[in-house]
C-alpha cells in the first residue's frame, strides 16, 4: 500500500527546471495541507511549500517566484514545479502532510551543478 512515494529528481544543470511527483495514500491526502520538504547535505529537514485542499499556496521566501506545488486530489497526487533551478537547491525531496505525519516516503534527490 503506498503511503508516501516521491518521483522525478535527478541531475540538472543551473537554471534547468525539473517536476517532482508525489504519490500519497488516502490518510495523508484526506488531511487539510499538503507539503513539499526537503533536506540538504548537513542540514535539517525543512518545509519550503504548501498547498490546502482547495489549493491555496504558500512559499518559503527561498523558492517563491521559481516552484509552483500544485494537487490532484482525486488521484491523490502532489507535484512541484522547480525552475530556475541554483546549486543550493540540492537536497533530497519530500511528500508529507502539514504538519507532517511521522512516516515518511524515501524522498527524491534534486542534484543542481554543472
Known amino acids: 500500500q503506498v503511503q508516501l512515494a516521491e518521483s522525478g529528481g535527478g541531475i540538472v544543470r543551473p537554471g534547468g527546471s525539473l517536476r517532482l511527483s508525489c504519490a500519497a495514500s488516502?490518510?495523508?491526502?484526506?488531511?487539510?495541507?499538503m507539503a513539499w520538504y526537503r533536506q540538504a547535505p548537513g542540514k535539517q529537514r525543512e518545509l519550503f511549500a504548501t498547498i490546502t485542499r482547495d489549493g491555496v499556496t504558500g512559499y518559503a521566501a527561498f523558492v517563491k517566484g521559481r516552484f509552483t506545488i500544485s494537487r490532484d486530489n482525486a488521484k491523490k497526487m502532489l507535484y512541484l514545479q522547480m525552475n530556475s533551478l541554483k546549486p543550493e537547491d540540492t537536497a533530497v525531496y519530500y511528500c508529507n502532510a502539514d504538519p507532517p505525519r511521522a512516516l515518511w516516503g524515501s524522498g527524491t534527490k534534486v542534484t543542481v551543478s554543472q
Open positions: 488516502e490518510v495523508y491526502f484526506s488531511l487539510n495541507a
